[in-house]
Structures are given as C-alpha cells and as structure tokens.
C-alpha cells in the first residue's frame, strides 16, 4: 500500500479515454491546444491535444535522459510541469 511505482506511459490510454468522453459531453476539442489547458507551459505552442494523444506533438520523451535522476533521487516528487518542460525542450 505504501509502495510508490511510477507508470509512465500506461496511463497515456486512460488519459485519453477520460479525455474524448469530456469531447463527447463538449467540454472540449480533440482540436484545443495544450496551452489552453495548461497555461504557462513555455514551448508547447500550436500542440493539441489530439497531438498528444496520438503521440505526434514532436514534445521529446524525458525519461530516458532523466532516468539516471530518477533512480538517485528515489522519493522525490517531480512536478507535472517540469517533466513537460523537459520534454519540450528534448524535442524530436
């Protein structure tokens, strides 16, 4: 119960699931762009959220480049937007 195990990418399908049963009630566009909803990410212009789940936003995958800090620092809780920051700016 008090393991911590990070998921990485399974949760791309879930999140997206969520994601096109909010586009079904109309709350939002597989079509909006990432900075609509999460203002102040600095390089994700033009992204969409259809983009992302489809995996073609061109924003690069962190892990493998941060994987080395990751395993050194265990118990530390890294912020959502950081993780984005430094896959845009490791951009394919």
Do not use: H
């Not at 119960?1 to 079904?24: K, Q």
């Not at 789940?53 to 118990?75: E, K, W």
């Amino acid at each position: 119960v008090d393991m911590t195990f990070r998921i990485g990418e399974n949760t791309t399908p879930m999140t997206c699931t969520v994601l096109l049963e909010l586009v079904d009630e109309g709350r939002v566009d597989l079509d909006d762009p990432l900075t609509k909803w999460v203002p102040g990410l600095v390089g994700a212009e033009g992204v969409t959220l259809r983009e992302l789940c489809q995996n073609t936003s061109g924003i690069g995958d962190y892990a493998a480049a941060l994987r080395t800090n990751f395993v050194m620092n265990p118990t530390r809780q890294w912020p959502p937007l950081e993780l984005a920051s430094d896959g845009i700016a490791m951009q394919r």
